[in-house]
């Protein structure tokens, strides 16, 4: 199996996810993490599972001022954290709104704050609506990792989304197994 993991990330916690995903993932195959800048200029057929997420802003997915203002308020005031590499390029939803006809089957997660969805919104679910309008087919259900008010990931959420992983991959494996 051949495996995408594409995210978008401000401070690096979703690239963070995005790479525990892989790793769980690695036990099917070869499973790639790339920033949303790579993957537009990636050729995604070939995949055989394209996992795609992003951190949740104002109820969805980031919006160039959301990612604009996420960045000046870490730089402005010193809450110790850091910026990703990849956190000036393109958004999530800029790469989705640009990505033309596709098929195959595909996953959405995100993180927010660990708070009740009511009040922050869920990201994965605006990415899995998008993929599946190109589409592509959700193999499971988009799934959130949480982070602090902090923006710091909670205790043993990398570990989650390891397992996730790894639960992505025998979701595939039971699918490719011949029926009797």
Known sequence: ??????????????????????????????????????????????????????????????????????VQDAMSRDKGLTIDPSAGGLGLRDWLDALGPSSGRAAAFDTRVDMPELLTGHAAKGIGKKLKKHGFELVVDPESFLVTGDSGLLPGEQERARRWGEMLAMTLSDEQQPST
């Open 1 to 70: 199996m051949k495996a995408a993991v594409v995210y978008e990330s401000i401070y690096g916690n979703t690239h963070s996810i995005a790479q525990a995903i892989a790793e769980g993932l690695g036990s099917a195959g070869a499973a790639h993490v790339v920033s949303v800048e790579e993957a537009a200029r990636m050729d995604l057929s070939g995949i055989d599972l394209l996992v795609v997420g992003g951190p949740t802003h104002a109820h969805g997915m980031t919006r160039t001022q959301t990612r604009h203002a996420a």
